[in-house]
């Protein structure tokens, strides 16, 4: 079922790339920028990047999502596809540290300057290395499998952020998925 869903991004993101450049194909630029932009062969468009993502806490312990992903950007869509080695380990659990293989994908469409859409899903394998207790499941300061949408505002110096996220994780006694609901704000100084 996981495949199956970042099949569906995929296609989401195909699909709606082909329907803009079609439109762009119906209608004129007057922006010279736009053009240059639209003008652009598909390969282009595309780029390979790495980061590190990670978080330390001395109470509960750290992860580490070593990623390498595809990126590409066209007018007002973003989208980005994913994949590397994530290590988490809680304080909680005496052994070394989890080994997990992550896949992840995130796709954003821009309605104005100030505003965006957003919608994301990642998996997280069970740990490659033998030592999960998962002790960390459904604990938001971890890496999950999980799926989450909102809208992101940006004016000027301050940035929001509102959206959920449902964590698929289960523990040994949960019924069912984990919905919650996120708020992010920032300003810069």
Known sequence: MK??????????????QAQSEKDLIQTSSTNPQEEKQSDLPVLE???????TISDYNSSFGYNM??????????DDFHFQIGAGLATQKSFRNNLEPDIQVGIDAFFEYYLNSTFSLYAFGRYF??????????SYSLD????NTELGAGIKGNFNKFQIDVGTRTALDKTLNQTGPQTRFNTSFSLEF
């Open 45 to 51: 468009r595309f780029s390979l990047n790495q980061n």
């Open 140 to 143: 938001p300061f971890f890496l």
């Open 125 to 134: 394998s069970r740990s490659i290395n033998g030592n999960s207790m998962n």
């Open 65 to 74: 999502y070593f990623r390498n992903y595809v990126d590409y950007k066209y």
């Open 3 to 16: 495949n199956h869903f970042l099949t569906l991004l995929l296609f989401i993101g195909v699909s709606l």
